[in-house]
């Protein structure tokens, strides 16, 4: 599966932004789809993931200002980002899990200013 992650870029505190993630396979096909964060000197985290059935997950740090979505007929995953905040600026990776394997996307940058 290749992904090709879009749509960061810099946004003020309080802003908001979509990141867009194109699979290169029917995203019906893919078992988990979510979108990962790395900031400088940190480890990559979980921001959000949605399941096959449609059931989503949120790292406690973004519920309620973040929504992840897809579109299986764009073969399109969405992540909406609201409320933006300085800690939310990272760059933000793609991914999908699909029979127990991990893919990647190149990763977009997010940039907060305060």
């Known amino acids: 599966v290749q992904l090709q992650a879009s749509g960061g870029g810099l946004v003020q505190t309080g802003g908001s932004q979509r990141l867009s993630c194109t699979a290169s396979q029917r995203i019906g096909s893919i078992n988990i789809m979510g979108w990962y964060r790395q900031a400088p000197g940190k480890e990559r985290e979980l921001v959000a993931r949605?399941?096959?059935?449609?059931?989503?997950d949120y790292a406690d740090s973004v519920k309620g200002r973040f929504t992840i979505s897809r579109d299986y007929a764009k073969n399109m995953l969405y992540l909406q980002m609201n409320s933006l905040k300085p800690e939310d600026t990272a760059i933000y990776y793609c991914n999908a899990f699909k029979f127990s394997r991990d893919y990647w996307g190149q990763g977009t940058q997010v940039t907060v200013s305060s």
């Open positions: 949605i399941y096959g059935g449609g059931t989503t």
